[in-house]
């Protein structure tokens, strides 16, 4: 398998065209699950594609918000399951700020069973990672940071590939100066883009804290990234891809991809 993003969703909080937005980085020998959308769907999406879980080593929750965090606790369930009946080797490892690892025991202490439950911190791995850290995981030299969210603490990361590609996720707020040292120079940039700038005045993405396509595609470029990718959009149609790519390509010269879900692009 070639180094790729596997997209599980791409829709914002209440998507009904598409799922929340999470995504699988993918390498040959390891994937990294980034968020875990808002449910059960996310484990019949991978039972669609027969992934294999044991390909999933670490999982990275950006927030706690439900739709990036309550299918993560599935997630979580079956490859529990799954080391039970001896089908998964190794560990699971689950990056995630401090405040957020007690949440997720929180509630798997409280919502999953004894014998899964048992398996953390032995085989399921809660591991806080603090602004700036950098970690070894599946492959990758990940750096997490804080992106100053003015909702609820959430964190982004630059992963570096093995040949040297760099991969950043900027989570589902608006771009902050203060996370620049971490996104210059991506080639891979992955922006939320919550709705187009031309329709500001139907969804008001600023007022709760989201931004727009043209707002990515003027960050993508004052930040030289060579690809742009645009996701944790609202319930656009077909002609979304589209229009976020015009829109987005306006200011920015650079790659455009807008996925759709279940959707892999190759890096």
């Not at 439950?117 to 995981?137: K, N």
Request: glycine letters at 10%.
């Amino acid at each position: 398998m070639s180094t790729s993003i596997l997209f599980l969703g791409t829709g914002d909080a209440m998507p009904m065209l598409r799922y929340n937005t999470c995504w699988l980085l993918e390498q040959p020998e390891a994937s990294l699950l980034v968020d875990g959308g808002g449910g059960l769907e996310t484990m019949k999406r991978l039972h669609r594609l027969d992934y294999d879980l044991n390909r999933i080593r670490v999982l990275f929750l950006t927030h706690g918000h439900t739709d990036h965090l309550l299918g993560a606790i599935w997630v979580l369930r079956a490859i529990g399951q799954q080391m039970q009946r001896g089908g998964y080797e190794g560990t699971l490892r689950v990056l995630a700020h401090r405040e957020l690892c007690g949440l997720v025991d929180t509630i798997c202490r409280t919502a999953l069973s004894g014998p899964v439950y048992g398996l953390f911190g032995s085989r399921i791995l809660l591991c806080p990672v603090e602004d700036g850290e950098t970690a070894e995981v599946a492959g990758l030299t990940l750096t997490a940071f804080d992106i100053h969210s003015v909702k609820l603490k959430q964190f982004g990361f630059r992963a570096l590939l093995p040949d040297g590609t760099s991969v950043v996720t900027l989570g589902d707020e608006p771009f902050q100066e203060d996370c620049r040292p971490y996104a210059t120079g991506a080639d891979w940039l992955l922006s939320e883009a919550f709705c187009l700038y031309e329709d500001r005045e139907r969804y008001h993405p600023y007022r709760i804290s989201h931004a727009t396509a043209l707002d990515a595609g003027r960050n993508a470029a004052s930040l030289h990234a060579k690809n742009l990718v645009l996701y944790h959009t609202r319930d656009y149609g077909a002609d979304r891809r589209e229009r976020f790519t015009a829109e987005a390509g306006s200011v920015y010269h650079g790659n455009i991809w807008v996925p759709e879900d279940l959707e892999r692009i190759t890096l």
